[in-house]
């Protein structure tokens, strides 16, 4: 019978400690996890914007904005002498939102006036720059369920009849495939805590729904109207009666 081996010293473990730690330590800071939170509809906020969300004070801000630019999960624009901070990339508005399920974060308070808000936003949101909330799971559910979607070794592959399907809305997959980003990843759904669709065909899919009018931004959050029109069109073409 073999002895088991010498336990892990801590500086090993330290030295081996995985990358996420220093992310979700950068998510972990309540001024940081505020500010993230409110980029969470894919709009670029000012520091002044930012400071008044996260509470604190603008050289604070400015501190927690360094962090989170120089950790890769804020991107700077810059116009004229004005400077606009959001998310770096859908993959960390995925990050955010698997975070907000698994801490049982539902929503950034800010952005909820009583239940009628939370309920919206339950109902039909935008994860970033893809659609999420009952919508965004049930388009996924039913794009799967057609056969438009199969799973794949990292990103779901569609397949010709879902080729086909996309062309009638407006897509040509082939062409949102060639983007330097990730095709049609899962994203876990905070509310739902099942998976909608990332990446640039759920991105491709969110434009193309308000392109048609489908659906409509609302004046603050990320929560959108599902407009009569799209009720119709999630029902005619995902076969999906919407939703409440």
């Given at each position: 019978?073999?002895?088991?081996?010498?336990?892990?010293?801590?500086?090993?473990?330290?030295?081996?400690?995985p990358?996420?730690?220093?992310?979700?330590?950068?998510?972990?800071?309540?001024?940081r996890?505020?500010?993230?939170?409110?980029?969470?509809?894919?709009?670029?906020?000012?520091?002044?914007?930012?400071?008044?969300?996260?509470?604190?004070?603008?050289?604070?801000?400015?501190g927690?904005?360094?962090?989170?630019?120089?950790?890769g999960?804020?991107?700077?624009?810059?116009q004229?002498?004005?400077?606009?901070?959001?998310?770096?990339?859908?993959?960390?508005?995925?990050?955010?939102?698997?975070?907000?399920?698994?801490?049982?974060?539902?929503?950034?308070?800010?952005?909820?006036?009583?239940?009628?808000?939370?309920?919206?936003?339950?109902?039909?949101?935008?994860?970033?720059?893809?659609?999420?909330?009952?919508?965004?799971?049930?388009?996924?559910?039913?794009?799967?369920?057609?056969?438009?979607?199969?799973?794949?070794?990292?990103?779901?592959?569609?397949?010709?009849?879902?080729?086909?399907?996309?062309?009638?809305?407006?897509?040509?997959?082939?062409?949102?495939a060639?983007?330097?980003?990730?095709?049609a990843?899962?994203?876990?759904?905070?509310?739902?805590?099942?998976?909608?669709?990332?990446?640039?065909?759920?991105?491709?899919?969110?434009?193309?729904?308000?392109?048609?009018?489908?659906?409509?931004?609302q004046?603050?959050g990320?929560?959108?109207?599902?407009?009569?029109?799209?009720?119709?069109?999630?029902?005619?073409s995902?076969?999906?009666?919407?939703?409440?």
């Amino acid at each position: 019978m073999r002895k088991p081996g010498p336990r892990p010293s801590l500086e090993r473990m330290s030295i081996r400690e995985p990358y996420f730690a220093g992310v979700a330590a950068l998510m972990g800071d309540p001024a940081r996890a505020n500010i993230l939170a409110a980029l969470m509809d894919g709009r670029a906020l000012t520091a002044k914007e930012l400071a008044l969300i996260a509470g604190v004070s603008a050289p604070t801000t400015s501190g927690h904005l360094a962090k989170l630019v120089d950790g890769g999960l804020l991107d700077v624009i810059e116009q004229g002498r004005y400077r606009y901070f959001r998310l770096a990339n859908s993959l960390v508005a995925c990050a955010i939102e698997g975070m907000m399920a698994l801490s049982g974060e539902h929503q950034p308070r800010r952005r909820l006036s009583g239940a009628r808000g939370g309920e919206a936003l339950r109902l039909a949101r935008t994860c970033y720059d893809h659609l999420a909330g009952k919508l965004g799971v049930a388009v996924m559910d039913r794009l799967l369920a057609q056969g438009h979607l199969h799973p794949g070794a990292t990103d779901f592959q569609v397949s010709r009849r879902g080729h086909e399907f996309l062309t009638g809305l407006g897509i040509d997959a082939a062409s949102v495939a060639r983007q330097r980003r990730g095709f049609a990843r899962p994203c876990l759904d905070w509310s739902e805590r099942r998976p909608h669709l990332a990446g640039a065909l759920g991105a491709a899919l969110g434009d193309r729904c308000f392109e048609v009018g489908w659906i409509e931004r609302q004046r603050d959050g990320r929560a959108v109207t599902i407009t009569a029109a799209g009720r119709r069109g999630f029902r005619e073409s995902f076969g999906i009666e919407l939703l409440a």
